[in-house]
């Protein structure tokens, strides 16, 4: 059985400072340091890349609210207060990563920064935050699955259960599962297919867009707090669009090297 120990890390005054701030900020400060030094090692702006992401990251968190009170508006709706509050948790991956996407693609092309193959270099680095940020909903309660009995069952405290749940003490622990996942994947991204497209440059981001989205279907059938459109789970649906998208951008990746193996202005 694991049980979070609480939202809060401590306190200093007036100041309260939370688990979920500390590791989203360390999610992006480990992201931002690999990114720079991979950039490096292949000989990329590394500082332009750099700038690229971090207003990358500011867009894709701001997404990431925005998706998440667009889909919950009959409660931000009613505590329109609590829309900046991220603090508490409420960030949708997939607005942030569309969001933080057509944001660094937009600011690359305009600050001429190789596009492809510097999101080959950020996609590990977006994996491995992922899976250190999944931690802050262990924190605080939030993003668990069914009720279960396995042993590894996740301890949930009365005020954060689900009220048709009210009774029941331990869930799927799928904060863990995703974050498990996340972490494989960015082992699989840099000791495996790195290596070998390292000649297709945009590849190694597919790959990453392609096997978060087959491991977050997957997770998502166990979870509780989905949303719903139309009797489907929204980020299944957004997991279907990531295989698809994955799937024709590796193929177009691959006949634009096979066909230009300089790359041209996206690949250089």
Excluded: C
């Amino acid at each position: 059985m694991i049980a979070s120990p609480g939202a809060i890390a401590f306190e200093l005054g007036p100041l309260t400072v939370r688990w979920y701030g500390i590791l989203m900020a360390t999610s992006i400060g480990v992201g931002f340091w690999l990114a720079h030094r991979q950039a490096e090692k292949e000989g990329l702006p590394a500082d332009d890349i750099l700038r690229v992401a971090q207003w990358a990251v500011i867009a894709g968190l701001i997404g990431a609210r925005l998706y998440e009170v667009a889909f919950n508006w009959d409660y931000y709706g009613r505590y329109p207060w609590k829309i900046p509050a991220v603090w508490e948790g409420g960030l949708a991956m997939h607005g942030g990563i569309i969001v933080g996407f057509l944001t660094g693609i937009a600011l690359a092309i305009h600050w001429r920064v190789p596009v492809l193959r510097s999101l080959d270099v950020v996609s590990p680095s977006m994996i491995l935050g992922q899976a250190i940020g999944r931690w802050g909903n262990f924190f605080n309660e939030e993003a668990f699955g069914r009720p279960t009995d396995l042993p590894w069952k996740l301890y949930i405290s009365p005020p954060h259960r689900p009220p048709e749940y009210a009774n029941a003490e331990y869930f799927h622990p799928t904060f863990l599962y995703e974050s498990v996942w996340n972490l494989a994947v960015f082992f699989v991204l840099v000791s495996w297919l790195r290596p070998r497209y390292r000649d297709q440059p945009g590849a190694l981001f597919f790959w990453y867009i392609g096997l978060y989205s087959v491991g977050r279907f997957a997770i998502e059938s166990v979870r509780l707090d989905s949303f719903w459109v139309a009797g489907f789970r929204v980020a299944q649906l957004a997991s279907v669009a990531g295989i698809a998208v994955a799937i024709m951008g590796l193929a177009w990746t691959r006949r634009r090297a096979t066909a230009s193996p300089a790359g041209g202005t996206l690949a250089s």
